[in-house]
């Protein structure tokens, strides 16, 4: 419903379809501000809206309202593969059109979604009378949230881009940018996520404090300091704000990618994968990435690899290190990757034909080392090496602190690089293959529209282990990155106390993270003896876990403590559980309610022995079957560093 006029003040409330949420916009004084409240709790007070155009006046003064439209969408959508099989896309919309009352009248447009669980709004830019493309200088988006408020976060512009553990501050504390999705707990306690949905062109959005104490959105910068070249029409990606009730709610919040674009063509041909891989033996030091007499990823290692992918009921390898460019210093010299030359001792050809043979799936390898002119004059090739050879799976990298794109040196999160990103998806889409990218720009629901992005990286990871990550950083990732989407974290590291890598997890708790942690692309990321000598009865429970499924429901959790989720096979009526805890043991009693009323389920557990700490007793797991139903309630303890993992399998 549209309705004309032309107004200079203006105020209006879009409610959720539920009520509880109100986002309140107002046109005051030529500028447009909006508000956000829980339960009528105010929790983002007025906050401004605008733009910086280089070369032109600021978009944000004397603008008045021409006309405005009102909606009620309703749905519930498919997505191939993911976490919940069925997602609510169901919210009131107000699209307010914007002129400025005089001078050149340039005319944009604020379009806000209010769901049940979020709020949504961004800018669109038609073609102006006298310019038909626009540098932006800064966008003037603000949250005007409590500064009282509690923040997680990890460091924006920094050389490991989103490879940092999480801290706890408070939001008057905050002194530079930080990633998005950015948690925040309010003083009144409502939780709320500051992210961004289907960002496209545009420089990847981060958070600062202002100074007007305000938190305000932030674009990761080109090199030559503008925020983004765009040409018009144009629309931002979506402002997006998360709100719960609590922590664990949070978790299952989907509107990201209700606010993507359903795909567009047959992707049919997707599908979700586990592999292991030449990957973890380069780690602790048995064999190496470049050329020599340790080398990992030979023809012979590979086909020994892919028996082993057999016996041990996984569908997948990866093969990292078969490519000319290893050699020396790969950081520096990544410049000189040659993405379809083998190394001497490799032959692609004849390991991809005996993968095929042996119904096995090769993940290939691109590591780009951020050398993106390099890789992008051998894209094409690269990708129809792989195609003709079978190969329907890609692990990318992008290692480096910055990219190097048209010979200047861009933060990967930039506008240029959001554009090669995408770039490399479309691409693949074209020729049926997966992706996994590791060192990527941060998910923003993409995956609706381009479902071969099974997965990313974009966090610390377990090659991290061996010092630089805590218990508590599993704890951090349900409530802050993997509201984003699903991570490769390359679980599954069974060697615990190996001298190399030494993990700071139990036994118990790495078989959780198949369940914690999802990834469309799943590594159990160990060397195959470790799995078929030492740990048959645990690699029972990774063989098993779905890559997909049709329910997630949080049972427990606090930030940065613990988390316990449950999740429903897509394919089964099994159900599969599991909870992880920080460098503190606890006692979590959980109920079995969300099963089917009558139902008999076998219960697999998998779970830390009392005496079980992540330093002193990785090793010590209590492993038992019961029959359980919906009334039954499991009393587990979760040793420091530690977790369990159960499957309930349908009788």
């Known amino acids: 419903m549209f309705k004309w006029f032309s107004r200079n003040e203006v105020e209006r409330d879009i409610y959720s379809p539920n009520k509880n949420i109100r986002c309140h916009f107002t046109l005051k004084s030529g500028q447009v501000t909006y508000s956000v409240f829980r339960n009528e709790k105010l929790i983002i007070r007025n906050s401004r809206l605008g733009f910086l155009i280089c070369g032109e006046q600021p978009l944000v003064n004397n603008l008045k309202l021409i006309r405005e439209q009102r909606k009620h969408h309703e749905e519930f959508f498919e997505m191939p593969w993911g976490e919940d099989r069925y997602i609510n896309n169901t919210y009131n919309e107000f699209a307010f059109y914007l002129s400025e009352a005089k001078e050149q009248k340039r005319i944009f447009t604020l379009r806000f979604r209010v769901f049940d669980n979020s709020v949504a709004f961004r800018y669109e830019i038609p073609p102006q009378p006298k310019f038909s493309q626009i540098t932006i200088k800064d966008e003037l988006t603000e949250f005007n949230v409590d500064l009282n408020s509690i923040a997680w976060k990890i460091p924006a512009y920094q050389p490991d881009r989103y490879e940092y553990n999480y801290e706890k501050t408070m939001v008057h504390q905050l002194q530079n940018s930080v990633h998005t999705p950015l948690t925040l707990k309010t003083p009144t ?24 104490n305000s938190l305000k959105i932030d674009i990761t910068p080109l090199s030559d300091g503008t925020k983004a070249h765009v040409v018009l029409p144009f629309q931002t990606p979506w402002r997006l704000i998360m709100i719960a009730d609590s922590a664990t709610e949070l978790t299952t919040n989907r509107t990201m ?29 048995e064999w190496t990435w470049a050329p020599g007499d340790r080398h990992g990823a030979t023809t012979t290692h590979a086909k020994e690899y892919i028996d082993a992918a057999v016996r041990l009921g996984v569908s997948g390898l990866l093969i990292e290190g078969w490519n000319d460019g290893w050699e020396g210093d790969w950081l520096e010299n990544g410049i000189n990757n040659k993405f379809t030359i083998a190394t001497p001792d490799f032959n692609l050809e004849e390991v991809a034909s005996y993968a095929r043979n042996h119904k096995i799936e090769i993940v290939g390898h691109h590591e780009t080392v951020g050398f993106i002119d390099n890789y992008e004059k051998q894209l094409e090739e690269a990708y129809n090496y792989y195609a003709a050879n079978g190969i329907r799976y890609i692990k990318t990298g992008y290692a480096g602190s910055k990219m190097s794109i048209n010979g200047r040196r861009e933060y990967h999160h930039s506008q240029l690089g959001v554009n090669h990103y995408q770039k490399t998806v479309e691409l693949a889409a074209k020729k049926h293959i997966c992706l996994d990218i590791h060192e990527p720009i941060k998910g923003t629901g993409i995956e609706r529209t381009w479902p071969n992005l099974l997965s990313r990286e974009g966090a610390r990871g377990q090659e991290y282990e061996g010092g630089a990550l805590s218990p508590s950083h599993a704890c951090y990732l349900p409530y802050t990155r993997l509201l984003s989407g699903g991570m490769d974290y390359t679980p599954g590291i069974l060697d615990l106390t190996n001298s190399v890598k030494r993990m700071a997890t139990t036994l118990a708790r790495q078989l959780a993270y198949f369940v914690t942690i999802y990834s469309g692309m799943q590594m159990a990321a160990d060397r195959p003896f470790i799995y078929e000598q030492r740990f048959p009865e645990e690699f029972d429970f990774i063989r098993s876990v779905p890559t997909n499924f049709s329910k997630t429901i949080p049972l427990a959790g606090e930030i940065g403590e613990y988390y316990v989720v449950a999740r429903k096979d897509r394919n089964s009526e099994d159900w599969y559980i599991g909870g992880v805890t920080d460098e503190n043991g606890r006692r979590i009693h959980i109920s079995l309610e969300f099963l089917e009323r009558g139902a008999v389920y076998k219960a697999s557990i998998y779970a830390d022995a009392d005496h079980a700490h992540y330093r002193e007793e990785p090793f010590a797991i209590i492993k038992q079957e019961k029959r359980v139903g919906c009334n039954d309630v499991f009393d587990l303890y979760m040793a420091p560093g530690g977790g369990f993992a159960i499957r309930l399998t349908r009788l």
């Open 189 to 212: 306690g409502y939780y709320l996520a500051i992210h961004e949905a289907a960002l496209y062109n545009y420089g990847s959005a981060t958070i600062k404090l202002n100074q007007n």
């Open 257 to 285: 990618y209700a606010l993507n674009e359903p795909p567009v063509g047959d992707f049919s041909w997707v599908h979700t994968l586990k592999f292991i891989g030449i990957w973890w033996a380069m780690y602790v030091g």
